[in-house]
């Protein structure tokens, strides 16, 4: 489908298209919601679109579906952001970059939670482990959504020439755009992929298991351990291996030259 059919589907069927995205990529799907907010708004220029009634299909929509990671993350605990962060492209920062957002803004992280690659699929069951209030919640979901889309939906009303003019010439090179947009997506997509496996594989390979692990502790040797589990896994699960150390990863740096010092080290996070 061209550029040009694919405004028009999108001029005639907005409020059932955008909702639609916005969904996909708050479970993590990374379908072009953006581009096409931006699209509505230089449509909604020239009077094609109403922009209050595609925000108000994409607030139900949102808290709607969000609503139910809340209830999902307030029943189930940690383990469900686990799950939804292996969604992720990243999925080892994943937890901990949620966590340091969180921390750090408290339920007020889902006003930008929407701007965030990531973040938009984890607050809300996020949220919910940490038990704010439903009316509470809504309240910073509501605004966070209409923000975002607001703003990408104003920012295609005030360019609307802009992007038409971006539109046009696209259209001219449509064909090897679109090939040229999936090579780098697959590309990206992949280096991350091998990147993670090799990761995991010297993890492999430096493991040690835990009866070993035991025999040795129990022989009296001087071995340091480190837990590396982030607050939540550490709330989720409160128990740790007997003499060990809980520290977060942006301190391993800070404690370098103690473990340089140390016969051998042990790092465990799960």
Same mark, same amino acid.
């Given at each position: +489908?061209?550029?040009?059919?694919?405004?028009?589907?999108?001029?005639?069927?907005?409020?059932?298209?955008?909702?639609?995205?916005?969904?996909?990529?708050? *479970? #993590?799907?990374?379908?072009?919601?953006?581009?096409?907010?931006?699209?509505?708004?230089?449509?909604?220029?020239?009077?094609?679109?109403?922009?209050?009634?595609?925000?108000?299909?994409?607030?139900?929509?949102?808290?709607?579906?969000?609503?139910? $990671?809340?209830?999902?993350?307030?029943?189930?605990? *940690?383990?469900?952001?686990?799950?939804?962060?292996?969604?992720?492209?990243?999925?080892?920062?994943?937890?901990?970059?949620?966590?340091?957002?969180?921390?750090?803004?408290?339920?007020?992280?889902?006003?930008?939670?929407?701007?965030?690659?990531?973040?938009?699929?984890? +607050?809300?069951?996020?949220?919910?482990?940490?038990?704010?209030?439903?009316?509470?919640?809504?309240?910073?979901?509501?605004?966070?959504?209409?923000? $975002?889309? #607001?703003? $990408?939906?104003?920012?295609?009303?005030?360019?609307?020439?802009?992007?038409?003019?971006?539109?046009?010439?696209?259209?001219?090179?449509?064909?090897?755009?679109?090939? *040229?947009?999936?090579?780098?997506? +697959?590309?990206?997509?992949?280096?991350?992929?091998?990147?993670?496996?090799?990761?995991?594989?010297?993890?492999?390979?430096?493991?040690?298991?835990?009866?070993?692990?035991?025999?040795?502790?129990?022989?009296?040797?001087?071995?340091?351990?480190?837990?590396?589990?982030?607050?939540?896994?550490?709330?989720?699960?409160?128990?740790?291996?007997?003499?060990?150390? $809980? +520290?977060?990863?942006?301190?391993?740096?800070?404690?370098?030259?103690?473990?340089?010092?140390?016969?051998?080290?042990?790092?465990?996070?799960?």
């Amino acid at each position: +489908m061209g550029l040009a059919e694919s405004l028009k589907l999108l001029e005639q069927y907005s409020v059932v298209i955008l909702p639609a995205l916005v969904v996909a990529e708050q *479970v #993590g799907i990374p379908l072009p919601a953006v581009p096409a907010l931006l699209a509505v708004g230089a449509l909604a220029a020239s009077g094609r679109v109403s922009i209050p009634l595609v925000l108000g299909a994409i607030a139900v929509v949102a808290l709607t579906v969000d609503l139910g $990671w809340y209830e999902l993350g307030r029943r189930r605990g *940690v383990g469900v952001l686990a799950r939804l962060c292996r969604l992720s492209v990243e999925p080892d920062s994943c937890v901990r970059r949620t966590e340091h957002v969180f921390a750090r803004y408290g339920v007020r992280g889902m006003l930008i939670a929407k701007f965030v690659p990531g973040l938009t699929t984890v +607050m809300p069951p996020l949220a919910g482990i940490f038990a704010v209030g439903r009316l509470r919640f809504a309240f910073y979901e509501l605004i966070g959504v209409l923000l $975002w889309a #607001g703003i $990408w939906m104003g920012l295609g009303y005030a360019f609307t020439d802009a992007i038409s003019l971006i539109v046009a010439r696209l259209e001219r090179l449509e064909r090897t755009l679109g090939l *040229v947009v999936v090579a780098a997506l +697959m590309g990206y997509v992949l280096v991350k992929y091998v990147r993670r496996r090799l990761f995991l594989r010297a993890l492999r390979i430096a493991r040690i298991s835990p009866e070993t692990l035991k025999s040795r502790l129990d022989a009296g040797e001087d071995i340091t351990i480190i837990d590396l589990r982030t607050r939540l896994d550490v709330a989720a699960t409160p128990y740790a291996i007997p003499g060990s150390r $809980w +520290m977060t990863t942006d301190e391993i740096d800070e404690h370098q030259s103690e473990f340089l010092r140390s016969r051998e080290l042990v790092l465990y996070c799960s």
